[in-house]
């Protein structure tokens, strides 16, 4: 479970713009290619998935990219909180965390880089394509011509643990999210991530051998 990155209580979560994170990992130190589009305030504080946050009144963008590595390290899925992700004077600053029984002590590093968008700048950073939008530079979808059919859908359901150890949904929530920057198409709505799912499993399909030598051991 991710650190909180303010003591306050005065936090939560609002819609905005959509935007990307990346290309590489917003650790000051790391650098490697960013595969987790990490929420700095965590879901469970703000009830939802938000992308933005209000904090006191200020809006901030809440997701960052991060490394497999880094990722682990803020979250404490590699063994324990290595690091922490806390915002200082208006700036999200990279921690190292040193805790001792119940008391954690951030100790900042520096600034992450690059810093999470404001509106203002994505606006300023948006394509010139008209088909593009105007706030992460994506190309839309077009639409269908009047009179053309809507395609059917259909729910597909799966059942997953709710557990205090293994919140499935949260789980599946969370792999998804992270994975919506890198697969063309996506996003996070119930049929969005259709365009997820799919590409990741044909993924592991095509390189089946691979996909289960890399599997073995993992869920105990």
Wanted: a negative charge.
């Amino acid at each position: 479970m991710t650190l909180p990155a303010v003591d306050t209580w005065d936090v939560r979560g609002v819609k905005g713009p959509k935007y990307k994170v990346g290309p590489n990992c917003s650790n000051p130190h790391c650098r490697k290619v960013a595969e987790h589009a990490h929420h700095i305030i965590r879901r469970t504080a703000l009830g939802g998935a938000y992308d933005w946050v209000e904090i006191e009144g200020v809006l901030y963008a809440n997701k960052t990219g991060l490394c497999p590595g880094c990722h682990d390290d803020v979250t404490g899925l590699g063994g324990g909180h290595k690091a922490a992700i806390r915002l200082i004077d208006g700036l999200f600053i990279w921690c190292l965390v040193s805790a001792v029984e119940a008391f954690v002590e951030y100790l900042p590093v520096a600034p992450i880089e690059p810093q999470p968008p404001t509106p203002e700048g994505l606006q300023e950073d948006s394509s010139a394509d008209p088909d593009a939008c105007p706030t992460c530079g994506q190309v839309k979808r077009r639409r269908k011509e009047p009179g053309t059919p809507r395609r059917r859908r259909k729910t597909w359901l799966v059942k997953v643990p709710d557990e205090h150890d293994e919140n499935g949904a949260e789980v599946l929530d969370s792999l998804v999210d992270n994975l919506v920057p890198l697969v063309p198409n996506s996003d996070s709505s119930s049929s969005g991530r259709y365009y997820v799912l799919v590409p990741v499993l044909a993924y592991a399909l095509m390189d089946s051998e691979r996909f289960v030598t890399t599997m073995k051991g993992v869920g105990g």
